[in-house]
């Protein structure tokens, strides 16, 4: 389609930490340059001349993407394109090609070690023995903290696209009952159990849906409250589902039995956030490195050949916008 394929990545060890084959994504164009960070000072200067820019969070606003006449694919290493301004993009006929389902089994056996460990308290014990109270036992063990069986629990799933069904299977592995829940903004199902009935029967929560204006703060201080008393909460999908500080709240009330999530409202947490507060009880947090194995990753390098491939032999591929 172009006899010249000059391509950017803009943001390069937002995927690759050097553990990854890119030999495959190289050879579609005719030169690829990594980029480390790009910054809005250099960002214009980086795409001129380009042909394809890669971006994993970079922004690509209409100002932008108005100055680069030569752009003609942007391919997001991710699922996300709310940092590309699609209407711009449409209008200048860029076609924007996204990854999708790459991370599933990484975010579905990260979202069950969470709701283990809440289940198990093993931060508390790990911290325990680190501080020598295990040394100093009057018995052989330490049983200072409850351990709960998964096995016989029920489980709430909020989202129930692949990963959703990933969480399912591997939460009935572990004997739980699955529950799903319906979700703001789509229409109602037999097989969704309204919001507020699903919370009131659910011994652990786990999200795994979008962020829209449905969904924003869609589980606040009212919801948490209509939890049961010890329930586990534990979000890997986007931080803004759960309004923070209602968490906070709730675990440090103690109505909560845990809580775990893998994503914050702003990321990275720059101006800090509700939930980093050292005095909250009965929280993991992990910096949104769910999705992040090598093997995820190494499919989002093979779904950004597969799409740059595409797009080059006229049939695009996981198009979000042309």
């Known amino acids: 389609m172009m006899n010249k394929r000059r391509a950017v990545f803009l943001d390069h060890p937002s995927l690759d930490l050097g553990d990854l084959d890119l030999s495959g994504l ?3 164009f005719s030169e690829l340059q990594l980029f480390e960070q790009t910054t809005p000072q250099n960002l214009l200067e980086r795409l001129q001349g380009a042909q394809v820019a890669i971006s994993n969070k970079v922004p690509l606003s209409a100002e932008i993407l108005a100055a680069c006449p030569e752009l003609k694919l942007i391919l997001v290493s991710a699922t996300g394109t709310n940092n590309i301004d699609l209407q711009t993009a449409r ?14 089994p990484s975010v579905a056996q990260h979202t069950i070690m969470l709701l283990l460990n809440l289940a198990t308290r093993l931060k508390d014990y790990q911290r325990d023995v680190a501080a020598g109270k295990w040394q100093q036992a009057r018995q052989f063990c330490l049983l200072d903290y409850p351990i709960v069986e998964l096995e016989g629990k029920t489980l709430g799933l909020l989202g129930h696209g692949e990963l959703g069904s990933a969480v399912a299977r591997l939460a009935e592995a572990f004997g739980m009952r699955v529950v799903l829940g319906a979700i703001p903004g789509r229409p109602a199902r037999a097989d969704r159990v309204p919001l507020d009935e699903l919370l009131g029967q659910v011994d652990a929560l786990t999200l795994h849906c979008p962020l829209n204006e ?10 948490l409250a209509l939890l049961k008393p010890g329930a586990f909460v534990v979000n890997t999908a986007r931080g803004g589902l759960i309004n923070e500080q209602a968490l906070a709240d709730a675990l440090r009330n103690g109505h909560l039995g845990g809580a775990a999530t893998d994503v914050l409202s702003v990321e990275p947490p720059v101006d800090g956030n509700p939930l980093l507060a050292g005095d909250i009880p ?6 949104h490195n769910a999705w992040g194995s090598r093997e995820a990753r190494q499919r989002i390098v093979g779904q950004l050949t597969e799409n740059a491939r595409g797009f080059f032999s006229g049939a695009p ?3 979000v916008s042309c």
């Not at 449905?214 to 919801?223: L, M, N, P, V």
């Open 317 to 319: 591929l996981r198009v």
């Open 91 to 104: 209008a200048r006929g860029i076609t924007v090609s996204n990854c999708q389902g790459y991370g599933t």
């Open 282 to 287: 009965r929280l993991i947090v992990t910096p």
């Open 214 to 223: 449905h969904t924003r703060d869609f589980i606040g201080a009212r919801e």
């Open 26 to 28: 190289r050879d579609c």
